[in-house]
């Protein structure tokens, strides 16, 4: 009887869960994964999707779905070169931004957002950034952009950023990441 008892609880206490807050890993090009959602307005024109974004080992893989779930695109970033996967055609490039701005008509700034996800600044160009009083980054300006954050998943220092929103000359870009995932 006792050992029913004891085997009970250990499979509840194994049953429960606790909410566990993902933290920025520590170093500027530190591994992350995330899905979420994008919406993009530049100029008159306004696109979203969702977005299931995977960053290992400097190189970065982004699938953008339609609100069904079919994907839209696929591009992925690695050290040499830019590939753009959209209605059965391949396109390479150097550059992410050039790609998609000729590919799907609009640019996401792939080189900084990388960095920027995490609320961290990309490394070697100058930027600045306000802290909020929780010692979170609020906004982040650099390369152009303004990157304001308006949702963290905790409220401690090293929280990672679950809403945010870039502005740059006629381009606006929000993304609402709805999941970290540990790496």
Known sequence: MIRVTIL????????STTPVVLQRAPGADAPFAFN??????????RDSAGVRWMH???ADEVLLLA?????????SRGAE????????KRYVAQDAEMLMQQVLGWRLPLSGLR?????????????????????QVSVLRQQGWTIRYSRYAASGAEALPLRLSLQREGVEVR????EWEAQ
């Open 8 to 15: 009970s609880l250990l499979l509840l206490a194994a049953c």
């Open 175 to 178: 993304l609402l990441i709805d």
């Open 81 to 88: 070169q830019v590939t753009l996967e959209t209605d059965g």
């Open 115 to 135: 960095h920027w996800v995490t609320a961290i600044p990309a490394p070697g160009t100058v930027y600045e950034r306000e802290l909020d009083a929780n010692g």
């Open 36 to 45: 979420g959602r994008i919406a993009i307005r530049q100029d008159s024109r």
């Open 67 to 75: 609100p069904l779930g079919q994907t839209v695109a696929l591009i």
């Open 56 to 58: 290992r080992d400097g």
